[in-house]
Nanobody
Framework: QVQLVESGGGQVPAGASMRLSCAAS????????MSWYRQVPGKPRELVAQ???????SYTDSVKGRFTISRDNAKNTVYLQMNNLKPEDTGTYYC????????????????WGQGTQVTVSS
């Protein structure tokens, strides 16, 4: 019902910046929150950043001061601006949304994107 499509991943050297985008097929203004997760092989998916419908943001400690999550309701897109990237930021980044009030939805729905790979070389 809801599709999330991430883009913007790639390989960069340590210290570089990168912006990830997550485009939703429904109005993100109807989402309770949207998040970015990160996963590396052999480890569980980790919550990196979250933004609520009211615009409140939260971050995991390791990215505070370097990453910024934002949303553009007009484009139905959520972004993750990543600055001063470190090798430990390497992983597959997934977008997640909890949609409850988006037009066209008959019930509360959660959705994951397909993931985008970020590789930071030392």
């Amino acid at each position: 019902q809801v599709q999330l499509v991430e883009s913007g991943g790639g390989q960069v050297p340590a210290g570089a910046s990168m912006r990830l985008s997550c485009a939703a097929s429904v109005k993100i203004s109807g989402a309770n929150w949207m998040s970015w997760y990160r996963q590396v092989p052999g480890k569980p998916r980790e919550l990196v950043a979250q933004i609520t419908t009211g615009g409140s943001t939260s971050y995991t400690d390791s990215v505070k001061g370097r990453f910024t999550i934002s949303r553009d309701n007009a484009k139905n897109t959520v972004y993750l601006q990543m600055n001063n990237l470190k090798p430990e930021d390497t992983g597959t980044y997934y977008c997640f949304g909890d949609f409850e009030f988006s037009p066209g939805l008959t019930s509360r729905t959660t959705a994951w994107g397909q993931g985008t790979q970020v590789t930071v070389s030392s």
